[in-house]
C-alpha cells in the first residue's frame, strides 16, 4: 500500500470561500478559541463561533454555514481580528460567505433591506438619504438651524458617476439578480446553545 | 505581529497641515449635521482649511459591502473618491470610523493587489479619474490628539468635572497598525476629556460595539442588538457616566437612537446623552451652540449645557 502524498491532499479548502483572496493567512489559525472570547454575538448567541466556523472552513465544511443564519448575526466589529495572535482577518470571510450564501439563495431575508439601501444609495451618491419628503424636510430643517446647506452638498456629476460605477461593476446587474424567486430557508436554527438542523416538516 | 502596531502622533502627522481635504460622511451630514459644522468650525479655530468637494460621494460603506453588494464597485468608488483628493495634492480626513476603516482598508487592498488596482482604474479610467495611492488616510480625531496642547491652551468652556465616557468604535480601532493606540484599549480620548476639563469614566462595557454593527439594527434587533446595547448602557449607568462621545455617527445613531426602545423593552431609564467627541470639542473652544446641532439628538443633552454655564439664550441664538 503507497503511502499517501501530500499532494494528494486536498489544498487551499478554504480558497473556496477565500474569492478575493483577502485572508490568505487562514491556515495559520491555531483554534485558541480567542477569537470567540472577545465577539459580543458568541456572546448572546452561543451557536456562532468564530473558531468553529474557521475550523470548518479549514476542512472544507464550510456548506453548513453558508446554508445557516448564524453568518447573519456577525457585528464585524473585528474584536476578534484585533485579539488573534496571527492577525487572521476573519471579518473578510464573514463578508465573502455572506456573498456566497446570497449566490445561494440563503439568507436572503437578511439581504434584502439593504439591497433596498443600496439601489437607494445608488441614485443618491449618500446611503442612508431618506426617500420621504418629509423625513428629508426635518433633515434640511436641522441643517438650515446649523447655517449648513439644506441638503449635503452633493453634485449631480457625482450621482451620476456612482451610479455608473455601480453599472460598470456589475453590481447593479448582481442585485437585480437577486430575488425573492431564488430564496431557500436557512437551515440551522438557534436553539439553546446548539445548532440543529431542521430535519423533516414542523422541526 | 511583526511591527510595532502602535505610533506616537507625531510619527502619524508629522507636521501639522495647513490645509486637508474634509470627506463628506453620508450618516454625519444627515443624521447629524452637527458633527460637520463642529469640525469645520474647530478646524478654523486651529488655523486648518477644510476643503469639500461635491463631486465626492459616498465611500459605499462597510454596510453595504458586508450585507449587499460586491466588493468591484466598492473599490471603484474608493478610487474615484482618492483620485479626486490627489488632484488637490491633500491629505484624505474622514470624521466617520466607517469612512475611515473603509477607505484605508480598501485603498491598502488596492496598492497591494495589482489586478484590482488595475480593475478599479480601468473602470474610472472611463470616467477620467485615475488613482495612485499618494493621499494618506487619516480620522480627524488624530488631528484632535496631534494638536491636544494647542486645544488646551484655546479652552473658553471648561467641563467643570463632567463624567464623560468614551466610545472609540471599531473601525477605527481595529486597523491594528499604524493607529495612535493600542487597538486592544485605547485610552487617548480620556487623555482629551481631562484637557477639557473632564473627568473621564472608564466603564466595564467600554469596548463594546455599538450594535450598529453593518445593519444588524435592522435584522437582528430585538434578537442581538438590543440586549448588547443593555448591557453597555447597563455598565455605563453603574459607574455614573454623564456622557458619551462617539467618532462616529454610526456609533452615534447606535447609542442615541436606540436608547428609548431599550428603555421601553426592559424597563430601564437610561438618559445618557451621546455626541461627537468633535462637537464636545468644538463646545468647549467656545463654538455658538446653534452650530453644533444638538437638536437632532433623541436623547437630549439634560442640562448639561446649563451646567456648564451656557443658558438658554445663548443654546437658542
Known amino acids: ?203 | 505581529m511583526q511591527e510595532a502596531r502602535v505610533i506616537r502622533p507625531e510619527e502619524r502627522i508629522r507636521d501639522i497641515p495647513e490645509r486637508v481635504f474634509l470627506f463628506r460622511s453620508c450618516t454625519g451630514s444627515i443624521e447629524y449635521p452637527g458633527t460637520e459644522s463642529a469640525i469645520r468650525e474647530t478646524l478654523k479655530m486651529l488655523g486648518v482649511d477644510a476643503v469639500m468637494d461635491p463631486d465626492q460621494t459616498c465611500c459605499s460603506g462597510y454596510l453595504l459591502t458586508c450585507s449587499a453588494h460586491k466588493p468591484e464597485v466598492s473599490l471603484a468608488v474608493t478610487a474615484r473618491n482618492l483620485a479626486i483628493v490627489e488632484k488637490k495634492g491633500l491629505d484624505t480626513y474622514t470624521f466617520c470610523n466607517g469612512c475611515f476603516g473603509y477607505i484605508s482598508e480598501l485603498s491598502h487592498i488596492l496598492l497591494h493587489n495589482q489586478a484590482y488596482l488595475d480593475m478599479a482604474n480601468g473602470v474610472v479610467g472611463k470616467l477620467g479619474y485615475r488613482f495612485e495611492g499618494k493621499t494618506r488616510v487619516f480620522h480627524v480625531q488624530e488631528l484632535w490628539y496631534r494638536m491636544k496642547d494647542t486645544i488646551a491652551a484655546m479652552l473658553v468652556r471648561p467641563l467643570n468635572g463632567l463624567r464623560v465616557a468614551a466610545h472609540n468604535g471599531c473601525h477605527y480601532v481595529a486597523r491594528q497598525y499604524g493607529i495612535l493606540d493600542d487597538g486592544g484599549y485605547p485610552t487617548f480620548h480620556e487623555e482629551l476629556f481631562e484637557l477639557l476639563g473632564a473627568k473621564p469614566v472608564f466603564y466595564k462595557e467600554r469596548q463594546l460595539c455599538c450594535g450598529y454593527a453593518v445593519g444588524r439594527g435592522f435584522t437582528h434587533k430585538e434578537e442581538l442588538v438590543q440586549p448588547h446595547l443593555y448591557k453597555k448602557f447597563k455598565s455605563a449607568e453603574q459607574a455614573g457616566v454623564e456622557l458619551i462621545t462617539t467618532v462616529c455617527p454610526g456609533c452615534n445613531v447606535a447609542l442615541d437612537r436606540e436608547q428609548p426602545n431599550i428603555n421601553k423593552r426592559y424597563g430601564e431609564a437610561f438618559n445618557i446623552p451621546v455626541i461627537d467627541l468633535s462637537q464636545l470639542i468644538a463646545l468647549c473652544l467656545g463654538v455658538p451652540i446653534h452650530k453644533l446641532g444638538f437638536a437632532a439628538n433623541t436623547t437630549p443633552l439634560n442640562g448639561i449645557l446649563e451646567r456648564l454655564g451656557i443658558g438658554k439664550e445663548t443654546a437658542d441664538g
Not at chain 1, 493567512?25 to 474557521?54: F, H, M
Open chain 1, 1 to 203: 500500500m503507497p503511502r499517501e502524498k501530500e499532494k494528494d491532499l486536498e489544498q487551499d479548502l478554504y480558497s473556496r470561500i477565500d474569492v478575493y483572496k483577502l485572508a490568505p493567512n487562514l491556515e495559520t489559525c491555531l483554534q485558541c478559541g480567542k477569537c470567540a472570547g472577545v465577539c459580543p454575538v458568541a456572546n448572546i448567541s452561543p451557536s456562532y463561533s468564530p473558531r468553529i466556523i474557521i475550523n470548518d472552513i479549514l476542512r472544507g465544511r464550510a456548506d453548513r454555514w453558508l446554508e445557516s443564519e448564524e453568518i447573519w448575526r456577525c457585528f464585524w466589529c473585528a474584536n476578534c481580528y484585533t485579539m488573534c495572535p496571527m492577525d487572521i482577518p476573519y471579518p473578510m470571510l464573514i463578508m465573502q460567505m455572506r456573498y456566497l450564501a446570497i449566490e445561494k439563495g440563503y439568507g436572503l431575508k437578511y439581504f434584502f433591506p439593504f439591497k433596498k439601501f443600496a439601489m437607494r444609495a445608488r441614485e443618491d451618491g449618500l446611503t442612508f438619504a431618506p426617500a420621504s419628503p418629509k423625513a428629508r424636510e426635518k433633515i434640511a430643517k436641522i441643517r438650515q438651524g446649523i447655517g449648513l446647506s439644506p441638503w449635503p452638498e452633493i453634485s449631480d456629476k457625482a450621482r451620476e458617476e456612482y451610479k455608473a460605477l455601480f453599472d460598470m461593476t456589475g453590481v447593479t446587474d448582481f442585485l437585480a439578480s437577486i430575488t425573492e424567486d431564488n430564496e431557500k430557508p436557512v437551515r440551522s436554527t438557534y436553539l439553546e446553545g446548539r445548532i440543529t438542523r431542521a430535519r423533516g416538516k414542523g422541526n
